[in-house]
């Protein structure tokens, strides 16, 4: 009954209830964003707009309405928006513009590429305009925690109709992993809340989220929150026995899984997962130096960059990584896709801007110490930095189901650092 009062209260006090002291563009951004919300977890509704384009084009137009709306709300507000982040989505909307225009393949480039700037620019944008107040993130951290128990029931429900916990969400287990990772900040912003009830069903979300992450047998997805336990116990938010027990927990789901996984497909050293990955840290630097400024364009054709090309890897040959370079097409690294997709300066100019956000976020942190405001920076640090960790194996950011929860929470915490230095 705690954690019922704790979420009624949060949207009984948040000023998105308070519908009379809104404006209709407002009202009608709060329910555009609302609504991006709930298609990018659960990908429904959704309708395919081009058939046979895989970029998820429908999602992309919901995240476009939302940015459009919560733009024109803004328009009606006396506070304006910060020059410097207008001029680097601006210029990364350009280069990304530019660079699908320019590519061997312009018409799926430019749809994957609207897709990519919808979903991150939208994201971002909502938090920057809507939620600007601590009623309003608490109105948000409810949301989404409702969100995430119902995502996490349908897996269930998945994994007792057809036998995987993913395909009645999504049709791979990385974007759902992902979009689970992302909206543990609302149990995590209720974990540092007084009432024992909200903190108890926090961790019991948490948990069922890990056996989720068990059930797909994602390595990466298994090992991340052992590295974010001891971001945690570094931070002193939680009492060190706490953490100690998470991280012995976590040992041993992972010793049983490294003990009953098939070995010689999970970790053999020519296994396709292991050995792509690893070339394409040379392969994308290779396409970069030959296309430098705007790179290829998402998702376009590299077949041809492999005809002067050497295998690194060893034990693999050269048509062996082109069967897998024709099939994939992404660098299956985020930073690698954007170096070479999109280019230098894109990628340069992407993570001069996150990065800043993350040291800003990790600053916060440190001076919030354990008091908890609506949310916590760390509830939206830990997310975040599990996403990157994910994204180093993982082209994210190209899923808008992804990009728009990650973007999101970037925007909360660019919204969180002008709001500290307002208190100065």
């Excluded at 997962?273 to 054709?301: C, D, M, Q, V, W």
């Excluded at 082109?322 to 992407?350: C, D, H, I």
């Amino acid at each position: 009954m705690s954690l019922t009062r704790t979420i009624l209260s949060d949207f009984r006090d948040s000023s998105v209830a308070d519908w009379p002291n809104i404006s209709v563009p407002e009202r009608a951004a709060w329910i555009v964003f609302c609504f991006a919300c709930v298609q990018s977890a659960f990908l429904a509704p959704y309708i395919v707009l081009i058939p046979h384009e895989q970029s998820k084009l429908f999602s992309g137009v919901v995240c476009a309405a939302a940015l459009l709306s919560a733009w024109v709300a803004q328009i009606r507000r006396t506070t304006r928006l910060k020059l410097s982040e207008v001029a680097v989505s601006a210029t990364l909307a350009v280069l990304a513009i530019l660079s699908a225009r320019l590519s061997a393949t312009p018409e799926t480039a430019s749809a994957r590429t609207f897709v990519v700037l919808a979903s991150g620019l939208g994201g971002f944008w909502c938090a920057r305009i809507l939620m600007v107040s601590d009623t309003t993130r608490r109105f948000f951290r409810s949301y989404c925690f409702i969100i995430l128990a119902l995502v996490l029931a349908l897996c269930g429900v998945s994994y007792a109709l057809r036998g995987n916990i993913y395909e009645l969400l999504d049709t791979n287990p990385h974007p759902l992993a992902d979009r689970i990772l992302l909206l543990w900040f609302a149990p995590l912003a209720l974990l540092l809340d007084k009432r024992v009830t909200a903190r108890l069903a926090s961790w019991f979300l948490m948990i069922v989220s890990y056996m989720v992450f068990y059930l797909m047998a994602l390595r990466s997805l298994l090992l991340t929150p052992a590295a974010l336990a001891v971001v945690v116990l570094c931070s002193r938010v939680l009492r060190v026995k706490s953490v100690l027990l998470i991280c012995a927990a976590i040992a041993l789901s992972v010793a049983y899984y490294l003990a009953t996984a098939p070995m010689d497909k999970q970790f053999k050293p020519g296994a396709i997962p292991i050995f792509y990955r690893i070339e394409n840290y040379s392969f994308s630097l290779h396409i970069a130096l030959k296309r430098p400024l705007l790179g290829i364009g998402l998702t376009s054709p590299r077949d041809a960059f492999l005809e002067d090309y050497s295998i690194k890897y060893p034990g693999i040959t050269k048509e062996q990584f082109a069967a897998e370079v024709k099939r994939v097409r992404v660098s299956e690294n985020l930073f690698l896709t954007f170096l070479a997709e999109l280019g230098v300066p894109f990628l340069l100019l992407y993570t001069f801007a996150i990065g800043t956000i993350f040291v800003r976020l990790i600053h916060m942190t440190i001076q919030a110490g354990a008091t908890a405001p609506a949310l916590h920076p760390l509830a939206l640090l830990l997310p975040l930095l599990g996403a990157l960790i994910h994204y180093m194996v993982w082209d994210g950011p190209l899923h808008p189901q992804s990009s728009w929860f990650f973007h999101l929470l970037l925007g909360l915490a660019a919204g969180s650092w002008d709001e500290s230095l307002a208190k100065k």
